[in-house]
C-alpha cells in the first residue's frame, strides 16, 4: 500500500519570503517521489521528483525538493516566493513495483503581494 | 508538440445515464492512466491501460471501464451514473520504457450530475 499525507491544507506567505509546503509519504518498497501544481480549472502540472540519487532535488520555476528518507518526507520549497505561485500543490508517490500514482489531499498557497 | 488532450472539456449528465470521456496522449506516449478528482481532494487513480490492456485498476467498481485504441488513444466509460460520480476526470500519459519518467496530465474534464 502507498499513501502521502499534506499536513496543511493552506499555507500563506508574502511575496519574497521562503516558501515550504511540507509533504510525507508511505510505500511499501522504495519510492518515487512528484510535486504537481494545479491552477483553477486545470489539470496538473509536473514540478520535480525525486527517482534517485542526490536528496536536493532542483525544478521548474526555482523549486526544490529535499528527499529524507528516514523522515519519509519531500517537502517542497522555494527560496524565495512569488504571487504567480500561488495555486493548489500535488504530494505524489509511487512504488517502483507499482504503476499508480497515489496524492495527498493537496495544500493551497497563497502568496500576498 | 500536443500535449495530453481530453473531450470534452464539461459535460452534464442525469442520473443513471451512461458517459464517455476521450484522451489522446502525448505525442510518442503509450500508457494512458485515469483519475477522478472530486472537489476539494487529491486525485485518485482509477485505472492504467498500456497494449491495449487493462494492466492496473484502483478502487472503483465496475461501473468505470475503459478502452484503450490501437494509437494509444482511450476512452473512460462510467455506466449508471451516481451524483457522487461529479467530479473532474483527469487523463494521464507517459512511456512504459521509461518507468521513472513522470506523468503528464490534461486539462480534465468536469463532469456533473444531476
Known amino acids: 500500500a502507498q499513501s502521502v499525507a499534506q499536513p496543511e491544507d493552506q499555507v500563506n506567505v508574502a511575496e519574497g519570503n521562503p516558501l515550504t509546503v511540507k509533504c510525507t509519504y508511505s510505500v511499501s518498497g522504495n519510492p518515487y517521489l512528484f510535486w504537481y501544481v494545479q491552477y483553477p480549472n486545470r489539470g496538473l502540472q509536473f514540478l520535480l521528483k525525486y527517482i534517485t540519487g542526490d536528496n536536493l532535488v532542483k525544478g521548474s520555476y526555482g523549486f526544490e525538493a529535499e528527499f529524507n528518507k528516514s523522515q519519509t518526507s519531500f517537502h517542497l520549497k522555494k527560496p524565495s516566493a512569488l504571487v504567480s505561485d500561488s495555486a493548489l500543490y500535488f504530494c505524489a508517490v509511487r512504488d517502483v513495483a507499482d504503476y499508480k500514482l497515489s496524492f495527498g489531499a493537496g495544500t493551497t498557497v497563497t502568496v500576498r503581494a | 508538440d500536443a500535449g495530453v488532450t481530453q473531450s470534452p472539456t464539461h459535460l452534464i449528465k442525469t442520473r443513471g445515464q451512461q458517459v464517455t470521456l476521450r484522451c489522446s496522449p502525448k505525442s510518442g506516449h503509450d500508457t494512458v492512466s485515469w483519475y477522478q478528482q472530486a472537489l476539494g481532494q487529491g486525485p485518485q487513480f482509477i485505472f492504467q491501460y498500456y497494449e491495449e490492456e487493462e494492466r492496473q485498476r484502483g478502487n472503483f467498481p465496475d461501473r468505470f471501464s475503459g478502452h484503450q485504441f490501437p494509437n494509444y488513444s482511450s476512452e473512460l466509460n462510467v455506466n449508471a451514473l451516481l451524483l457522487g460520480d461529479s467530479a473532474l476526470y483527469l487523463c494521464?500519459?507517459?512511456?512504459?520504457?521509461?518507468?521513472?519518467?513522470?506523468?503528464?496530465f490534461g486539462q480534465g474534464t468536469r463532469l456533473t450530475v444531476v
Open positions: 494521464a500519459s507517459s512511456l512504459a520504457i521509461q518507468e521513472n519518467t513522470e506523468a503528464f
